[in-house]
C-alpha cells in the first residue's frame, strides 16, 4: 500500500496526516516531521508519498472553528478489541467537556482499568481525528498527549471556548 502523507500549517504548528490508498486516516499529528507521524504506526505502509489528504480540509474547518468537521473522517487503528472499543468512545465525547482517565475507563464498562484507558489514549495514532486530547487526568490536569501538553492546552481552550 502506498499511502499519502499532507502537512498543514495550524494555529498549534505543523500538523502532518498520513492517509491510506481510500483516504482513511492512519496516523497524524503535530510535526513536520513524517518519520514521527510513521512511528506511531506498529506496521508503517511500505511507502508514503506527499500529496493531499482528505482530512486536511477536515483539520482546517475544524482549526476555523467548525469543531464537528473532524468527526466523520474514517481513520484506520488495528489493537485489541479494547484498544478499538476506546478508540471508538473517545471519537464519542463532546468537545468542550472531557472526561477523566477514570471516568473514560468507566465508559468503557471496566471502571477500574484505567492505566488501560490512559493506554488507549497513549495508542492512539489519528490524533485529532480520534480525540484522545479530550481525555484528562482525575482533578483535571492535563495529563499527558503524545505531541506536547501545549498543544492539549490549546485544543481543549478552543473547544471549551466554542462550547
Keep these: 500500500m502506498t499511502a499519502t502523507i499532507q502537512t498543514i ?14 483516504q482513511r ?7 513536520a516531521d ?3 507521524i510513521l512511528a506511531r504506526l506498529a506496521s508503517p505502509p511500505a511507502e508514503a ?5 482528505d482530512a486536511a480540509a477536515a483539520a482546517r474547518a475544524y482549526y476555523d472553528g467548525d469543531l464537528a ?7 484506520v487503528q488495528t489493537g485489541t478489541a479494547l484498544q478499538r472499543a476506546g478508540w471508538a468512545a473517545l471519537r464519542t465525547i463532546a468537545p468542550g467537556a472531557p472526561l477523566t482517565y477514570a471516568e473514560f475507563a468507566a465508559a468503557l464498562g471496566s ?13 492512539n495514532a ?15 490536569s492535563l495529563g ?10 490549546a485544543l481543549l481552550t478552543r473547544e471549551a471556548a466554542a462550547g
Design 34 to 36: 513524517p518519520a514521527a
Design 49 to 53: 508519498r506527499e500529496g493531499q489528504a
Design 69 to 75: 468537521a473532524i468527526d466523520d473522517v474514517e481513520v
Design 9 to 22: 500549517d495550524t494555529p498549534d504548528g505543523a500538523f502532518t496526516i498520513l492517509a491510506d490508498d481510500r
Design 111 to 123: 471502571p477500574a482499568a484505567v492505566r488501560a484507558a490512559a493506554s488507549i489514549c497513549a495508542r
Design 144 to 153: 499527558g498527549f503524545a505531541w506536547g501538553l501545549e498543544v492539549k492546552r
Design 126 to 140: 489519528p490524533a485529532l481525528f480520534v480525540p484522545c486530547h479530550r481525555v484528562l487526568r482525575t482533578g483535571g
Design 25 to 31: 486516516v492512519l496516523a497524524s499529528g503535530w510535526t
